[in-house]
T-cell receptor
Framework: GAVVSQHPSRVICKSGTSVKIECRSL??????MFWYRQFPKKSLMLMAT?????????EQGVEKDKFLINHASLTLSTLTVTSAHPEDSSFYIC????????????FGPGTRLLVL | KQEVTQIPAALSVPEGENLVLNCSFT??????LQWFRQDPGKGLTSLLL?????REQTSGRLNASLDKSSGRSTLYIAASQPGDSATYLC???????????FGKGTTLSVSS
């Protein structure tokens, strides 16, 4: 089956630093990748949708300058949390689709970010 | 705005019981509905996908139904096992969109 990996799985950083999270589709070409954020006991909230080679589309309320998304190849998307603050601490999950996202999305294992 | 609600939020059952998880959505104009499983601190595993034109899908001990007109879906788990313990998430894709809109999930605990 389709496999999506994320790296790192956990990261702890100091307030004010930037953190990059990678999402890779290992055995298929992901034309579309999605980034979600999940708070404890809350549902996943879509942050942005990225298509390979295009600028990401951000959901309302998500700061594009704070959450930089790059989807430079069909197997890799990155999310950079710039100038991280404690309120950015969360569980970040990516998903990938070879069909634009309306059919099956394959999810990564998630990245736990803790900002001190 | 589409909203997805899952009831109950948590459920504890003894091993062997059959159980039903409920999902409702406010806008019936959906493209598909999916059920996922999430283990603590982990990503999501897709369980079943039901297209808007379908009424149900089955996979092993799992059966998901869809009543689009009433905005409801149920996930039926037969003969539950401790290994079924996880959070089950329901999500829809709107007709006009591509993004998954998730409910908050039902956390299931199956005791042996």
């Amino acid at each position: 089956g389709a496999v999506v990996s994320q790296h790192p799985s956990r990261v702890i950083c100091k307030s004010g630093t930037s953190v990059k999270i990678e999402c890779r589709s290992l055995d298929f070409q992901a034309t579309t990748m999605f980034w979600y954020r999940q708070f404890p006991k809350k549902s996943l909230m879509l942050m942005a949708t990225s298509n390979e080679g295009s600028k990401a589309t951000y959901e309302q309320g998500v700061e594009k300058d704070k959450f930089l998304i790059n989807h430079a190849s069909l197997t890799l998307s990155t999310l950079t949390v710039t100038s991280a603050h404690p309120e950015d601490s969360s569980f970040y999950i990516c998903s990938a689709s070879s069909q634009g996202g309306r059919e099956t999305q394959y999810f990564g294992p998630g990245t736990r970010l803790l900002v001190l | 705005k589409q909203e997805v609600t899952q009831i109950p939020a948590a459920l504890s059952v003894p091993e062997g019981e059959n159980l039903v998880l409920n999902c409702s959505f406010t806008d019936s104009a959906i493209y598909n509905l999916q059920w996922f499983r999430q283990d603590p601190g982990k990503g999501l595993t897709s369980l079943l996908l039901i297209q808007s034109s379908q009424r149900e899908q089955t996979s092993g001990r799992l059966n998901a139904s869809l009543d689009k007109s009433s905005g409801r879906s149920t996930l039926y788990i037969a003969a539950s096992q401790p290994g079924d313990s996880a959070t089950y998430l329901c999500a829809v894709v709107n007709q006009a969109g591509t993004a998954l809109i998730f409910g908050k999930g039902t956390t299931l605990s199956v005791s042996s």
